[in-house]
Nanobody, 125 residues
Framework: QVELVESGGGLVQAGGSLRLSCAAS????????MGWFRQAPGQERKFVAT????????YVASSVKGRFTISRDNAKNTVYLQMNSLKSEDTAVYYCAADGGSWYVRVVPNEYDYWGQGTQVTVSS
């Protein structure tokens, strides 16, 4: 069982930056593939980024490529999402997710077993 707690959301102006954090309770955090998703009002949950267990491989959605970066610190049981050049369309609740299987790029929500409660990101234009 893994508990995930996101933080770092808030209100930011367009063009600004935020860094989201997701702290995991698992003692074996390094054995989990991690991902970030987002969900805007009235829309389905969408893939943002994922990272393998060691942090050596990442994959981000085309909509955020070049602006968002996913990273992890296994010593701190934490995964991060650095968001730069934010746009109004980035406004959403951002969720952290974890899966204990082998590495491959997981872009569908049901490929992850564990989820955080989400953190709101609002970008004002």
């Amino acid at each position: 069982q893994v508990e995930l707690v996101e933080s770092g959301g808030g209100l930011v102006q367009a063009g600004g930056s935020l860094r989201l954090s997701c702290a995991a309770s698992a003692r074996t955090f390094s054995s989990y593939v991690m991902g970030w998703f987002r969900q805007a009002p009235g829309q389905e949950r969408k893939f943002v980024a994922t990272i393998n267990r060691s942090g050596s491989s990442t994959y981000v959605a085309s909509s955020v490529k070049g602006r968002f970066t996913i990273s992890r610190d296994n010593a701190k049981n934490t995964v991060y999402l650095q968001m730069n050049s934010l746009k109004s369309e980035d406004t959403a609740v951002y969720y952290c997710a974890a899966d204990g299987g082998s590495w491959y790029v997981r872009v569908v929500p049901n490929e992850y077993d564990y989820w955080g409660q989400g953190t709101q990101v609002t970008v004002s234009s």
